[in-house]
């Protein structure tokens, strides 16, 4: 929070409108887009590939669910895994040492009743008075 040029291109894509909403809610679409990241549509995985792709060799860390060769962008060395991982990469610049992971897991372990919550459709009233506006 605070840093504006962090040394990578981030793209955010939430998996569902649902957690758009609620990261526009706690603020962090506003942290996201003052630090520089490219937001994109909500839906089930940002279609790197398909929409844009990273510059000639370059280096991905991604949360995607699929990698194959030049899927990212060609020749380029792609790295999945989670969004704690990608968040600490895109932070740090580069992939992590143990030492630097251990460090930023502890502030998000600390962190984690806030950070990790369930979200039911059927308890957020805007999805809710849509949902029963629908006959079935």
């Known amino acids: 929070e605070g840093k504006r040029d962090i040394p990578v291109k981030l793209w955010v ?3 569902t409108k ?10 962090h ?8 990241a490219r937001m994109e549509m909500p839906g ?3 279609c ?3 929409q844009a792709q990273v510059r000639e060799g370059a280096t991905v860390m991604s ?3 699929r990698n194959f060769p030049n899927r990212l962008g060609k020749n380029s060395f792609v790295y999945l895994g989670s969004a704690e991982l990608a968040a600490i990469c895109s932070r740090l610049g ?4 143990r030492e ?8 998000i372990d600390k962190n984690s009743e806030s950070i990790y919550r369930y979200m039911n459709f059927d308890q957020i009233e805007d999805f809710k008075e849509i949902a029963d506006s629908v006959g079935i």
């Open 44 to 46: 089930c995985s940002l």
């Open 18 to 27: 649902m957690d758009q909403k609620q990261l526009t809610e706690e603020g």
């Open 48 to 50: 790197m590939g398909n």
């Open 29 to 36: 679409y506003g942290v996201l887009g003052v630090a520089g």
């Open 94 to 97: 580069k992939i992590p040492t």
């Open 100 to 107: 630097e992971y251990m460090a930023d897991m502890g502030i």
């Open 63 to 65: 949360t995607s669910t």
């Open 13 to 15: 894509a939430p998996p």
